[in-house]
C-alpha cells in the first residue's frame, strides 16, 4: 500500500487520535491545559470547549490545579448543548504525595492502593453529570511514585477501573527507562506518555521513538516556554509566511510533524485559542496543497534543529 505523501500527513494535522486498547478512544492533538488557571478555571474551560477544543487536562492535585473548576466549565459546555460528553477528551491525574499539598484528595497515611482509589473516586465524583455515563477517558500517574514497586502498585490499582471508569492509562514525568520497566510488568500498557519538551532532555528523542513503536502517544507540555529560539527559528518563519498563519500555529505543527505527538496547549486568550486551531487547520490544506514542497522542507529543517534521527 502507498504510504501518504508528507504533504497529506500534515493535512491532517489537527485530526484526532484512536489510542489503542479496547475503548479506541479519540484523543485531539491539540488539548487544553489548565494547570495554575486557579479561580479563572471554569470560565476558561468553557471557553476553550465554545471555541473548538475537545480535550481538556487537569489532575487531582489542587496545589496546581482546579479540578472541580475543570468540572464546573465542561458540566456548563454540556448542559448548553456545545459539546457532547462522548465528543470530549477528559484526561486528570493521580498525583503521588510528593507532588501534593494539605488539601490533597486522599489520606496521606493510606496504603499506596488507597490513595489511588481515593484520588480516582474524587475524579469521577467531579465528572459526574446526570443522565449521562460517569468515566474518565485518561488517568496518567503524574509522576513515578518513590520506588519502582510502588509505581507498579498505584498502575495496578489503577487498572483495576479499566475500562469503563477509566477508559485509558498513562504516566507523565517520566524516564524512558521507568516507562520501559512500567510497560514490561504492566496488563494493561500505557496509551500516553506527558512529558515535557525540552533541550535538557534532547525532546525526549528515545522515549518517543520508543513510544511510537509501542503505539504509545507522547503528550508534550513546556512546548512553548521552554523553546523560545524553536518558536522563532527560520523552519517556524516559513510555514508562517506560506501558509500565513502565527508563530505558535506554525511551531506546533512542527511538532506534531514529528509523529505521535498531542500538544498540551494552556493559553488563556480566546482569541489565541481560535488562532491556535485554525492555523493547524491552514497549514494542513496548504501543505496538501501549493505549500508540499516548503512544509516538507521546513519539516526536515525543524528536524536538524532538534537532532531528530
Request: with cysteine; glycine share 8%.
Amino acid at each position: 500500500m502507498a504510504q501518504p505523501s508528507i504533504g497529506a500527513q500534515a493535512s491532517r494535522l489537527a485530526r484526532d487520535f484512536t489510542l489503542s486498547g479496547t475503548s479506541r478512544t479519540r484523543m485531539p492533538k491539540l488539548v487544553y491545559g489548565t494547570a495554575w488557571k486557579k479561580d479563572a478555571t471554569a470560565h476558561l474551560v468553557y471557553t476553550a470547549l465554545k471555541t473548538g477544543f475537545r480535550g481538556i487536562d487537569t489532575a487531582a492535585q489542587p496545589k496546581h490545579y482546579n479540578e472541580p473548576g475543570v468540572a464546573a466549565g465542561f458540566k456548563k459546555a454540556v448542559s448548553e448543548g456545545l459539546v457532547k460528553r462522548e465528543d470530549i477528551f477528559i484526561q486528570t491525574k493521580f498525583t503521588p504525595p510528593s507532588g501534593q499539598n494539605e488539601n490533597a484528595p486522599y489520606d496521606f497515611n493510606a496504603s499506596v492502593e488507597d490513595k489511588v482509589h481515593q484520588s480516582v473516586e474524587s475524579s469521577l465524583k467531579n465528572f459526574t453529570i446526570d443522565g449521562h455515563e460517569t468515566y474518565l477517558d485518561s488517568v496518567v500517574l503524574h509522576s513515578p511514585l518513590d520506588t519502582l514497586d510502588d509505581t507498579i502498585k498505584a498502575w495496578k490499582t489503577l487498572e483495576g477501573y479499566h475500562p469503563h471508569k477509566i477508559r485509558n492509562l498513562g504516566i507523565s514525568n517520566a524516564t524512558l527507562g521507568i516507562v520501559e520497566a512500567l510497560y514490561s510488568r504492566v496488563t494493561v500498557k500505557p496509551s500516553v506518555v506527558q512529558n515535557r519538551f525540552y533541550p535538557d532532555t534532547d525532546y525526549e528523542v528515545g522515549l518517543r521513538l520508543f513510544c511510537r513503536e509501542n503505539d504509545v502517544k507522547f503528550q508534550s507540555f513546556w512546548t512553548i516556554g521552554a523553546n523560545p529560539h524553536l518558536v522563532k527559528s527560520p523552519p517556524v518563519v516559513a510555514v508562517m509566511q506560506g501558509a500565513g498563519v502565527g508563530a505558535v500555529s506554525a511551531y506546533y505543527a512542527l511538532v506534531m510533524g514529528l509523529e505521535g505527538i498531542t500538544i498540551l496547549d494552556g493559553t488563556t486568550k480566546e482569541a489565541h485559542m481560535k488562532e491556535d486551531l485554525e492555523g493547524l487547520e491552514r497549514i494542513g490544506a496548504w501543505a496538501e496543497g501549493d505549500g508540499e514542497a516548503a512544509w516538507t522542507q521546513a519539516l526536515g529543517e525543524f528536524k536538524k534543529l532538534i537532532e531528530e534521527p
